[in-house]
């Protein structure tokens, strides 16, 4: 089955709880993997931060909403048992538990009263952290294809120059002037551009550098950057396209003996939004969470 939702949770979670035993949520979380029969790829399906677990996370806010309804209640850092208010629902046995049933008790309400109209006009399965990492990502991503749109707009000049860029803001080339000098001009047998691979110039990196829209790059392209590569005697070379590679590319480029990496435009637009080349940041959201170290005794 699908990994369940963090509402779908809450009633089992409840149930577990039903024993009015104390409990970690390491145990009820391993338990209800094996309820929800997760399979072990989906135990370790991730956040879209990629810093928690999704199943974990979904359990952890399960229990945080129930807490908040003072259906459960924490009885020391990472364990908790049912309230009585707890035991009189499970009394009346409730076919489910999600925030819009939780928002009949006051202290949730007043919990997530700022939340209103989410509960109310926009029911959704994630939790908070994965919403925010989901619109994160669809940011993202609208901005990665705004960015591969304008790659494809600028001159041949240009587009060069954002290489350079972006090899220096990736660690590559020396000094911007160093890297510039490399690259720019040269045009010798599938060669765009020779730059330093560190500061110090301790190997040098060929680089092929095409503003292509729709031509997809296959084999024979890379090919005769293979062999430009083998006229030099290098060893390491970058292929750069706004376009595409064919599966026959990728598989060559994996085979030969020489290291070629190819990036596409997909990942050539995701490179400089990691790197902050030719984009700006408008905002920033740290997510934090509590310092449990700091609140133990010496």
Not at 66 to 83: C, D, P, S, V, Y
Not at 256 to 278: C, P, S
């Amino acid at each position: 089955m699908s990994i369940p939702t963090y509402e779908q949770i809450m009633l089992p979670l409840l149930k577990i709880a039903g024993d009015k035993q104390e409990h970690s949520k390491r145990q009820v979380t391993e338990k209800l993997a094996k309820d929800f029969r997760l399979t072990e790829e989906e135990k370790r399906v991730m956040l879209p931060s990629g810093k928690e677990g999704l199943f974990d996370n979904r359990v952890g806010w399960a229990g945080t909403y129930l807490k908040k309804a003072n259906l459960m209640e924490q009885t020391r850092w990472g364990f908790f048992k049912i309230t009585d208010r707890g035991m009189d629902l499970l009394k009346q046995n409730p076919a489910k538990i999600d925030a819009k049933f939780l928002y009949a008790y006051k202290e949730f309400k007043d919990f997530i009263t700022p939340n209103q109209k989410i509960i109310e006009e926009e029911h959704t399965p994630g939790s908070p952290e994965e919403m925010l990492g989901t619109a994160y990502q669809n940011l993202n991503n609208n901005l990665a294809a705004d960015v591969l749109q304008q790659l494809k707009k600028v001159t041949p000049k240009m587009f060069e120059q954002i290489v350079v860029n972006l090899l220096v803001k990736m660690g590559y080339g020396g000094s911007q002037k160093d890297a510039g000098e490399a690259i720019g001009g040269i045009s010798d047998e599938g060669i765009d551009g020779i730059i330093k691979e560190d500061k110090l110039g301790l190997d040098t990196i060929y680089i092929q550098a095409k503003r292509w829209d729709s031509f997809i790059v296959g084999r024979p392209e890379v090919q005769k950057f293979a062999g430009a590569l083998q006229g030099k005697r290098a060893k390491k070379g970058i292929f750069i396209t706004t376009s595409k590679y064919t599966n026959e590319a990728l598989e060559y480029a994996s085979a030969i003996e020489n290291k070629i990496i190819l990036i596409d435009g997909t990942q050539l637009a995701q490179y400089m939004i990691d790197f902050n080349v030719g984009v700006s940041t408008i905002n920033l959201y740290e997510v934090k969470k509590i310092d449990t170290d700091y609140f133990e005794d010496e």
